[in-house]
């Protein structure tokens, strides 16, 4: 069973890379509404795909799910997009890339009639100029991005604002089971939270948030430069806007809806729990769309796949991390049977997660505005 889930996150992964990769390198104007449509459907499927699992796959008299019909059924529709974006996804050269690749032909073909015509050169050594160098497994724009000590700092503030956004939504259900006396106390108040709900209200306003943090990122960040052949883009009205600072913005939400449950304002208050699934959920979401583009405003989009899988391995590892962080501090306050209820259970997990996430901001910061960071260097995010 492990190995086969690590083939289907191979190729779950794949094909989510290679739909934002082709989205970055074809839509270069618009690449924050680019990036968040695909990346806003990848987070939108699981809430619409466990609709489908509970209502087709579901045996309706016990109960039961039937595993190996669902996995049947997702072999062959995984198969059918595979198949689809193979031959669908392309990426599509611009008008001035073609003129150059033009200029190219014509320089080589006029290369090889001098070549042939002079003194001493045979046909095969014409050929072999042409034959192209084989590119190494690491090339020049991928150990720049590595080297670039701007990056590293990205990507640790990436890893500590997805890794707590990662934790929330994995433990979420465990997190709502302490906010009330377990059914067996004393206390009659009963836990009205449905965590059902809230999954979903994480999925919409993740979704939602992606989408708008796209557009926002598109219409008041400033203009990404492509080439001096490009004419400037026509002056707009409204004030710009760094995509920095709608990072922050959105981290920002993140930070308050963790310190809302730090504080324990939902203990025993679980209709206010909407406030936090929604935040985080909002913060999560954008975060994971405006990063993506900021990888692709400063180091390019030729190597943008290499370079985004790169900083989005941090969220996997960032998840096994604070998900550890809470599931200590719940063992840790847990009765003889293993259950936990009340605010020991969280509130010191999510500080951590609250000055994680402050801590990801002090590194953008420095990435941005720090003294080598991309302000100084004139690179415009």
Not at 39 to 54: D, E, K, T
Not at 149 to 163: E, H, I, Q, R, S
Request: net charge neutral; aromatic share 12%.
């Amino acid at each position: 069973m492990v190995l086969a889930f690590v083939f289907i996150g191979m190729g779950t992964s794949s094909m989510y890379f290679a739909g934002v990769t082709t989205s970055a390198k074809n839509f270069t104007g618009n690449r924050g509404l680019a990036l968040s449509l695909p990346i806003a459907a990848f987070g939108l499927s699981s809430l619409w795909q466990s609709q489908v699992v509970s209502r087709v796959f579901t045996d309706k008299t016990t109960g039961e799910l039937g595993i190996s019909t669902i996995f049947l059924a997702y072999a062959v529709f995984l198969l059918v997009i595979g198949i689809l974006g193979a031959l669908g996804l392309k990426v599509i050269k611009s008008a001035e890339e073609i003129s150059r690749t033009g200029e190219r032909e014509s320089l080589l073909e006029g290369g090889q009639r001098s070549v042939g015509a002079s003194y001493g050169t045979t046909v095969q050594e014409a050929v072999d100029e042409q034959v192209p160098e084989k590119r190494p497994l690491i090339n020049k724009a991928t150990w720049e991005f590595l080297t670039d000590n701007n990056m590293w700092f990205f990507a640790a503030g990436v890893f500590l604002v997805t890794g707590p956004g990662e934790a929330f939504i994995n433990n979420m259900g465990t997190l709502i089971t302490t906010l009330y006396p377990p059914p067996s106390t004393a206390s009659q108040i009963r836990n009205p939270i449905d965590p059902a709900t809230h999954v979903s209200i994480v999925a919409a306003t993740s979704t939602i948030a992606r989408v708008v943090a796209g557009i926002l990122s598109d219409y008041l960040a400033p203009p990404v430069p492509t080439s001096d052949a490009c004419p400037p883009p026509p002056p707009r009205k409204f004030p710009r806007c760094s995509r920095m600072c709608l990072l922050f913005l959105f981290a920002f939400l993140m930070l308050l809806g963790n310190l809302y449950v730090s504080l324990g304002y939902v203990q025993e208050n679980g209709e206010n729990f909407w406030i936090v699934s929604s935040s985080i959920g909002a913060g999560y979401g954008a975060v994971f769309c405006l990063a993506p583009t900021v990888v692709s405003v400063v180091w390019g989009t030729e190597n943008f796949g290499t370079n985004w899988g790169i900083v989005t391995m941090t969220p996997a590892v960032g998840a096994t991390v604070f998900g550890s962080i809470f599931a200590w501090g719940y063992d840790h306050y847990a009765d003889k049977n293993g259950i936990c209820w009340g605010e020991d259970c969280y509130s010191a997990s999510f500080m951590v997660m609250v000055v994680s996430v402050a801590c990801a901001l002090v590194g953008w910061s420095i990435a941005w505005k720090g003294p080598s960071g991309w302000s100084a260097r004139g690179i415009t995010v």
